[in-house]
């Protein structure tokens, strides 16, 4: 059943941990950042699998209770970067290192048949402002969340709307996770709720300047008719 509320226009994801691990960076952020009072405007959808078949799917099979979606943010964990990393490019290439958590591991492959070789974010990252807590990033990898992101932009692209990826550093939190090096850079949680709390403020502003412009023709249209008599 869709589900009607209006205001419901952004789909924030997170994936499951993997390799191992007990804890995956963008699945604590998520949960942190699901508590907070967005009026409505946000929703949110996690754990994803890590896996290069079942992502996908899932993900859309959720977006198809918003009637309204207008955008769809995915987080995933980048191991080694210091801070939040705002991708722009995504390409159309699985070349995994390590297999997924179904045991698959593409190498050399494409992510669509046919298409791009690469494809751009279709968040305005350039009119976000410079922060010390994020970077805007160029390399999203060849793991699934590359997959993900480039299968996201595809959708995007086709229906007129937006989509991302941002890579969460390790956090504070997961200290207790051995499966990580200790000397690993880990994000404070907090300093990463503030800053993807902005990143997202940012994303429904681009939201409502985009619905704004698609309305703009419609509204000149009217404004340009003779007055009835």
Not at 103 to 122: C, E, F, K, M, Y
Not at 170 to 191: G, I, K, W
Request: with cysteine; hydrophobic share 40%; net charge neutral.
């Amino acid at each position: 059943m869709l589900k009607d509320d209006k205001n419901a226009v952004l789909l924030i994801t997170a994936f499951e941990p993997f390799d191992g691990a007990a804890t995956n960076a963008s699945l604590i952020l998520l949960e942190k950042l699901k508590v907070k009072d967005w009026q409505g405007r946000v929703v949110f959808f996690g754990p994803v699998p890590v896996s290069f078949d079942e992502a996908w799917p899932l993900i859309q099979k959720e977006m198809a209770n918003y009637s309204n979606l207008e955008g769809v943010l995915a987080l995933g964990q980048a191991e080694g970067r210091k801070n939040l990393s705002l991708e722009r490019v995504a390409l159309n290439w699985k070349n995994a290192s390590i297999p997924d958590n179904t045991g698959a591991q593409p190498r050399n492959a494409r992510v669509i048949a046919g298409a791009p070789d690469a494809l751009s974010t279709t968040f305005p990252w350039q009119k976000l402002g410079d922060s010390p807590d994020w970077q805007k990033s160029y390399s999203a990898g060849t793991y699934v969340c590359n997959t993900l992101m480039y299968q996201l932009l595809d959708w995007s692209q086709r229906h007129d709307k937006i989509a991302g990826f941002v890579h969460v550093p390790l956090l504070a939190s997961q200290s207790r996770d051995n499966h990580f090096d200790a000397e690993t850079p880990r994000m404070d949680d907090t300093l990463a709720v503030a800053a993807m709390t902005r990143v997202i403020d940012f994303s429904l502003e681009t939201i409502d300047a985009r619905l704004s412009f698609k309305s703009a023709p419609a509204l000149r249209k009217g404004l340009d008719r003779p007055p009835a008599v």
